[in-house]
C-alpha cells in the first residue's frame, strides 16, 4: 500500500479528493501518528535515563548535548504529532488537502510527501520568500 495512490498531477483541474483518496491519506497520518508516539516515547524514556545518570556523576559538556539533543528530538515529535492531529481534524471538517490561504487543492503530490501540509506550493512559495526578506 506504500507510494504511488495518485495518479493526479501537480496542479491539474484542482479537483477536490474523492472520499477513498482521503480515506488513504487518513490511513497514512494514523501511521505517521502511530510512529511519532513511538519515537516520542523512546526519546522520553532516554532522556529520562540520561538524567538519571546525571544524578550519579556530575554533569559534563557531553551530557548537556546529549540533554538537548534530546530535547530537541522530543519538541519536533510533539510538533509532528500537534500536526497529524491538526490534519485529521481538518479530514474531519472536510477541509483536508485545501490550502488555508488560497482554499485550493493542495498538489496531491505534495500532501504525499507532506501528509500535514496546509498550503499549496504557491502560498508556501510566497511565505517562504517573504519571509527570507
Ligand atoms: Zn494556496
Known sequence: MEGKFFRTECG???DRMTDQQIQCF???????????MIMFGLVSRSLTQTL??????PAGESF?????????????ERNMVGKIHQAMNRIDLGKYGICISC?????????EVFPTAIFCSECRQFIEQNRDN
Not at 538519571?52 to 556523576?57: L, N, T
Not at 482554499?103 to 500532501?111: D, E, F, P, S
Open 12 to 14: 491539474s483541474t484542482g
Open 26 to 36: 487518513r490511513r497514512h497520518l494514523e501511521k505517521q501518528l502511530t510512529e511519532s
Open 52 to 57: 538519571r545518570a546525571c544524578s550519579d556523576e
Open 64 to 76: 548537556n548535548e546529549d540533554i538537548d539533543q534530546l530535547l530537541e528530538l522530543a519538541d519536533k
Open 103 to 111: 482554499k485550493r487543492q493542495i498538489c496531491l503530490r505534495h500532501l
